[in-house]
């Protein structure tokens, strides 16, 4: 027979200071945490595409084939 489990809700709160930075593909102030890069996840799919598009494109074209 097994023990029962004391189960406890706990809550933390977890302070990270906001530094203020440019997107670099909108080119928006905005405010986030220290590594933050982009202002959404928009612009940071955006800029994936910037990167990666060609990669992207020729993965898309060999699944249709």
Request: aromatic share 10%; glycine share 4%.
């Amino acid at each position: 027979m097994e023990k029962p489990v004391k189960e406890v809700q706990m809550q933390f709160t977890r302070r990270v200071p906001l530094f203020e930075h440019v997107c670099p593909v909108c080119d928006t102030t905005f405010q986030g945490a220290k590594i933050a890069v982009y202002c959404s996840v928009k612009c940071r799919k955006a800029a994936a595409w910037q990167r990666h598009g060609k990669e992207y494109n020729a993965n898309r074209k060999k699944g249709a084939e």
